[in-house]
């Protein structure tokens, strides 16, 4: 998953994932995982994955890319991770 950050101001959203072909997120059956921009400290926080669903990667790799080019690769496995850039 490619993440695309504009740095400028500080930012955060929640990655929201499920199997995507039944109601089963009606019953909590979905995942998040919550991300935290700080433009002062240029750091990219990844949260800790909340929730669970079958079928779900368990460890994936974020591509985070600037503007100017910078690219950074990180894996992840659920747990938290702050990423300096």
Same mark, same amino acid.
């Given at each position: ?26 019953? @909590?059956?979905?995942? !998040?995982? %919550? =991300? ?6 240029? /750091?990219?926080?990844?949260? *800790?994955?909340? +929730?669970?669903?079958? @079928?779900?990667?368990? !460890?994936? %790799? =974020? ?6 080019? /910078?690219?950074?690769?990180? *894996?992840?496995? +659920? ?7």
């Amino acid at each position: 998953l490619e993440l695309r950050l504009y740095p400028g101001a500080d930012g955060s959203f929640t990655l929201y994932e499920d199997e995507g072909d039944n109601y089963n997120y009606e019953k @909590g059956v979905y995942s !998040t995982i %919550q =991300f935290q921009w700080n433009d002062k400290s240029r /750091t990219l926080t990844i949260g *800790t994955r909340q +929730g669970s669903y079958p @079928g779900m990667l368990t !460890t994936r %790799q =974020f591509t985070i890319v600037l503007p100017d080019g /910078t690219t950074k690769t990180v *894996t992840y496995n +659920g747990t938290q991770q702050d990423i300096t850039l």
